[in-house]
Structures are given as structure tokens and as C-alpha cells.
């Protein structure tokens, strides 16, 4: 346990469904992070919010619409997504940005669009 | 960006200590080590970090060369529980929270 739980852990989706990835941290962080990890691909840094205002947004499609309420939850808002979107999303914390920032990862939502 | 090398497989034998070696020739003076580890379709796992300094902790042992240009993670001994991918990151200067994951060493532990 790494205490970062994302929900769900699997999710299939259509096309044109709209669903949320849900992840929270009960490490007392104040940074999260967003990544994607495709089939024999390395994982791709989606979002970083840092103190609940996103820092880092890598080139992500609109149709990737994350939210940080507060520093403890992070979500994944999903819309009209490709099959090529099907992958594990990976959630992450860290205590503080910065040179020494050690990131605790969920388990991860394997998400399959049909 | 200091990249990594790392070979894409390695097998260990099970109680036998596992070296896994890593390239980053062009780190810069104030870049980290990080070894992350991911257990298949599980989320990656931190295991030991350092900046010049040789690193030991409860999992593992970091040895970094004197001129920075490579490191080796060292697990002592060697469990079945141990097999996974591991990834040597250098922390990107100047892009704040950046971890380049690469590709890794898939370890497998061999009974």
C-alpha cells in the first residue's frame, strides 16, 4: 500500500462516453501528477498540479480534462476518447516539487475504449 | 535532458545479488539517481535515490561512479518477488517535477 488509491482500477469505455478517473492520496503531499503508460511504451507525464494549480500539461489531448479540488484528490475527467487512448493511467504524489521530490504511484486504472 | 541507458533484460538467479547498471553521461552537477521499480500492471515503485554519494537502504544499494557518468543498483539478494522493470531517471534540470521513465531493465528472478 502506497497510499495513493486510484479508482476504478479497470474501466471499459465507448467512444462516446464521458467517465472520471479518481485517484487520492493520504501522504499529506501537495503535488500530483498524471501519467499514461501504453502497451511497450515508457510512461508519459500528462499533468502536474503543484498546491492545487496545474504546473505541467504535456501536449494532452482536450479530450483529458484533469481537476484537483485539493491537494488530497486528483481526477481524470474522460470524453469521446479513441481506442488509441486505452492504456494504464497511472496517478502519483510527491511531497513538494523540487530536486529531491520522491513520487508515490498508485495502482492504476487500466482503461479500455471500445 | 541527461538520459539513461540501461540493457533491456537481465536474469538473476534467485538468492544471488542482481547488479543492474545504468548509463547517464551527459548528468549535469545538480541532477539526481532515482531507481524506480514497476511490478507488472502495478504503478512504479520508488526504490533509492543519491547525487554522488555511494546509498543503501532496506531494499537496495546505489553505487555512483566518482564521475557521475553511470550507476548500479544493487539488490543483495535476490527474491522471485523481485522481478520487475527498473528504471534509472535522471532528474530533467529546470522542467520543475519532470521524471523521464524510459524503457528499463526488465530483471527476472530465475528459481
Known amino acids: 500500500e502506497t497510499g495513493v488509491t486510484q479508482t476504478p482500477r479497470h474501466l471499459v469505455m465507448g467512444m462516446t462516453n464521458k467517465k472520471s478517473l479518481k485517484c487520492e492520496q493520504h501522504l499529506g503531499h501537495n503535488a500530483m501528477y498524471w501519467y499514461k503508460q501504453s502497451a511497450k511504451k515508457p510512461l508519459e507525464l500528462m499533468f502536474v498540479y503543484s498546491l492545487e494549480e496545474r504546473v505541467e500539461n504535456n501536449s494532452v489531448p482536450s479530450r483529458f480534462s484533469p481537476e484537483c479540488p485539493n491537494s488530497s484528490h486528483l481526477f481524470l475527467h474522460l470524453h469521446t476518447l479513441q481506442p488509441e487512448d486505452s492504456a494504464l493511467y497511472l496517478c502519483?504524489?510527491?511531497?513538494?516539487?523540487?530536486?529531491?521530490?520522491?513520487?508515490?504511484f498508485g495502482a492504476g486504472t487500466r482503461l479500455s475504449v471500445l | 535532458d541527461a538520459k539513461t541507458t540501461q540493457p533491456p533484460s537481465m536474469d538473476c538467479a534467485e538468492g544471488r545479488a542482481a547488479n543492474l547498471p545504468c548509463n547517464h553521461s551527459?548528468?549535469?552537477?545538480?541532477?539526481?539517481v532515482y531507481w524506480y521499480r514497476q511490478i507488472h500492471s502495478q504503478g512504479p515503485q520508488y526504490i533509492i535515490h543519491g547525487l554522488k554519494n555511494n546509498e543503501t537502504n532496506e531494499m537496495a544499494s546505489l553505487i555512483i561512479t566518482e564521475d557521475r557518468k553511470s550507476s548500479t543498483l544493487i539488490l543483495p539478494h535476490a527474491t522471485l518477488r523481485d522481478t520487475a522493470v527498473y528504471y534509472c531517471i535522471v532528474r530533467i534540470a529546470n522542467t520543475g517535477n519532470q521524471f523521464y521513465f524510459g524503457t528499463g531493465t526488465s530483471l527476472t528472478v530465475i528459481p
Open positions: 502519483a504524489s510527491s511531497q513538494e516539487p523540487g530536486r529531491k521530490n520522491i513520487q508515490y
Open positions: 551527459t548528468i549535469s552537477g545538480n541532477e539526481y
